[in-house]
């Protein structure tokens, strides 16, 4: 794990402990981007973003993110299926809908998934 990847997470884990008290509105996205993807995305896209084999496609440095960094949320809240390509391996799994998550959870996971898996520069 790149050190400030480990730094962000470290730091939204306490962040995530601390409650809600006092934390500055950006630091309190963080944390809720990371519980967010604790919940809803880490069984199939790893804990570290990794992927699965050749089911499951990288978050981490993918460089779909970044070509459609727009296209996440939808993704989210709709689900993706049909070939794609991500890092020139193809996939062809569905990924179900999100429809749990409200619009600003999901705005948060977004960023967090862009800031924690380096398709973003901070
Ligand atoms: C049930 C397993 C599953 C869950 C849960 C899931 N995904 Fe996916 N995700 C997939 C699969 C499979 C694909 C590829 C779909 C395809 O082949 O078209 C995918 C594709 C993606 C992509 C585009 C490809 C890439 O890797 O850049 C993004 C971004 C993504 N998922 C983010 C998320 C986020 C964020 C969450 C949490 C809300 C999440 N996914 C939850 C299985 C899952």
Do not use: W
């Not at 509105?25 to 990371?34: E, F, I, K, Q, V």
């Amino acid at each position: 794990m790149k050190k400030s990847n480990l730094l962000i997470l470290m730091f939204a884990m306490t962040l995530a402990s601390c409650g809600e008290q006092q934390m500055p509105d950006n630091m309190r996205s963080l944390a809720t981007g990371y519980e967010m993807y604790s919940v809803h995305c880490e069984n199939c896209h790893g804990a570290e973003g990794e992927g699965l084999a050749r089911l499951i496609p990288p978050l981490k440095n993918s460089d779909f993110i970044k070509k459609y960094p727009d296209s996440i949320a939808g993704i989210i809240r709709h689900g993706q299926k049909g070939e794609i390509l991500v890092n020139g391996i193809k996939y062809n799994l569905a990924m179900p809908s999100n429809s749990v998550l409200t619009d600003d959870e999901l705005s948060q996971l977004v960023n967090y998934v862009k800031i924690r898996f380096g398709s973003v520069k901070q």
